[in-house]
């Protein structure tokens, strides 16, 4: 099994800055791609922004120039750096992981993991 668990959800202002972090934890021994996406309450969730393990990024149009998302393959982790924040990106953030390949209590490849989720408030 394998454990996300994410940190540095908030209350900011509009135009302020917010760093959230996930760290994966289990019996695996490569995690292809991790990210955020988001959820607001009565919409689907959606990708916020994603890296994969060799580097490559991907971003929503609506974020992209305003957030950077940033890994350590040694320590599992991936980070959100929020900037210029705005009200519409108040959501429940979702730490994922997928492409995972772990071994116990069985050997499995291409599992996708979830974190509970954080809430990022942005008041006007």
């Known amino acids: 099994q394998v454990q996300l668990v994410e940190s540095g959800g908030g209350l900011v202002q509009a135009g302020g800055s917010l760093r959230l972090s996930c760290t994966a934890s289990?019996?695996?021994?490569?995690?292809?791609?991790m990210g955020w996406y988001r959820q607001i309450a009565g919409k689907q969730r959606e990708l916020v922004a994603r890296i994969t393990s060799g580097g490559s990024t991907n971003y929503a149009d609506s974020v992209r120039g305003r957030f950077t998302v940033s890994r350590n393959n040694k320590k599992d982790t991936v980070t959100l750096q929020m900037n210029s924040l705005k009200p519409e990106d108040t959501a429940v953030y979702y730490c994922?992981?997928?492409?995972?390949?772990?071994?116990?209590?069985?050997?499995?490849?291409?599992?996708?993991?979830w974190g509970e989720g954080t809430l990022v408030t942005v008041s006007s």
């Open positions: 289990g019996n695996f021994f490569s995690i292809d791609a």
């Open positions: 994922n992981a997928e492409g995972v390949v772990s071994y116990f209590p069985t050997y499995r490849t291409g599992a996708a993991y």
